[in-house]
C-alpha cells in the first residue's frame, strides 16, 4: 500500500533524530545518510497501519541496518590506507542531534567516536541509545533483541571502555575560539616550545589521509614529536600549497563540539584538525583530510559567514 503524505510527514518529523543516531553509530555522515534512506524504503515496504509505535519500528529497522554497516566496516577498515578517523560535523550541523546535556555532548565528540572505535557494534549500539538518547534498557532490548539485563551489562562494560580515555573538558565557543587562535599562533611561530606548553606530555597527532592525501600512517606520540610534526606541517612549501589547490585559510571553528581548524581553498574544506582539549592542555590533535569526509563540511561552510581567516597556512 502506498504511503499517504501523513505517512511521509511521520518519517521525516523522524529524520533529524535517526541520522543522529545513524552518525553516532557509523561515524560517517555519507553512510549515516544511506543507512536513513534505507530506513526509509523499508517503511515504504511496511504495513504501516499496523505498526503500533513508528518511533520504535523505525529506530530498530535503523539500528539494526547501522549493526549490519558496522561489521562490514570493520573488514574495510582493515584495508584503508593509514588511519581511520570519524567524518568531522561542523558547528551547526543538524546531524550532531541533541547537545542538551554533557553526556550528548560527549558521546558526539570526535574523541568519543574514536573511542567507540574499540567497541563490538552491539556495545556501540548499547551505549548511543543508551548515553545520547536516554532510551530504557527495556527499548533497547527491545530494538536488540536481547534481554534487559543483557543491555544493562554491555552499556557498563561499553561505557567503562569509553571512560578509560581522557575527560574532555567542556568548552563554549567563545574560548574554542581563544584555544584555536593560541594553537595556531604557537604552530606558526617556527618553534616547538610554545606548542609543548600547550600540549599535555603524552599528546597524539593522527591524520587521516584515505590514500588520497599524504598523512602519517603511525601517530605521533608525545610532546615534543608532536609539536615538531605540527612545525613542520605549517611551514610555508611550494609542494604543500600545490597539493592543497593553494594556500588554505585557516579559520577558528568547532567540530563535534570541540575547537577545530578548518583549512579552506576556494571555498573548499581541505582539512579539518579536532583539537581534544583536557585540564592539562591539548591531549590529541586529530586531522582529517581526506576529501571523501570532508564534502559535508564544504556544503555547510558555503552556507555561513565566517569572516576573516586566523591565518594563512603553508
Not at 574514536?114 to 533497547?140: C, K, N, Q, W
Amino acid at each position: 500500500m502506498p504511503l499517504t503524505a501523513s505517512d511521509v510527514d511521520r518519517f521525516e518529523a523522524a529524520r533529524p533524530r535517526l541520522e543522529a543516531i545513524a552518525y553516532r553509530l557509523l561515524g560517517s555522515a555519507g553512510e549515516a545518510e544511506d543507512a536513513v534512506q534505507e530506513t526509509f524504503l523499508r517503511w515504504q515496504a511496511a504495513d504501516v497501519d499496523r505498526v503500533e509505535v513508528p518511533e520504535a519500528w523505525l529506530t530498530k529497522v535503523l539500528t539494526n541496518l547501522c549493526l549490519n554497516l558496522l561489521t562490514s566496516a570493520r573488514a574495510r577498515r582493515e584495508t584503508y590506507v593509514g588511519q581511520w578517523l570519524p567524518e568531522p560535523l561542523l558547528a551547526g550541523d543538524p546531524m550532531l542531534g541533541p547537545a542538551d546535556t554533557a553526556e550528548q555532548r560527549e558521546s558526539v565528540s570526535y574523541a568519543v567516536l574514536t573511542l567507540m572505535e574499540r567497541l563490538s557494534p552491539s556495545e556501540r549500539a548499547v551505549y548511543v541509545l543508551r548515553e545520547a538518547f536516554g532510551y530504557p534498557h527495556r527499548d533497547i532490548a527491545e530494538i536488540l533483541d536481547i534481554t534487559e539485563a543483557a543491555s544493562q551489562q554491555i552499556f557498563h562494560r561499553a561505557r567503562k571502555h569509553v571512560a578509560d580515555g581522557r575527560a574532555r573538558a567542556e568548552i563554549d565557543q567563545a574560548a574554542a575560539r581563544r584555544i584555536v587562535e593560541e594553537f595556531l599562533a604557537a604552530a606558526a611561530s617556527g618553534r616547538i616550545e610554545p606548542l609543548v606548553r600547550l600540549l599535555t606530555e603524552d599528546a597524539v597527532s593522527i591524520g587521516d589521509g584515505g590514500g588520497k592525501v599524504p598523512a602519517r600512517a603511525k601517530a605521533f606520540e608525545g610532546a615534543i614529536a608532536v609539536a615538531k610534526f605540527l612545525r613542520g606541517l605549517f611551514r610555508p612549501g611550494e609542494a604543500k600549497r600545490a597539493l592543497a589547490g593553494g594556500a588554505p585559510e585557516l579559520y577558528a571553528s568547532t567540530a563535534n563540539g570541540d575547537p577545530a581548524v578548518v583549512a579552506v581553498v576556494n571555498g573548499r574544506v581541505v582539512g579539518v584538525m579536532c583539537l581534544e582539549v583536557t585540564a592539562e592542555g591539548i591531549a590529541a590533535c586529530r586531522n582529517q583530510v581526506n576529501p571523501d569526509k570532508l564534502e559535508r563540511a564544504t556544503a555547510l561552510w558555503a552556507l555561513a559567514d565566517h569572516g576573516k581567516p586566523l591565518a594563512t597556512a603553508f
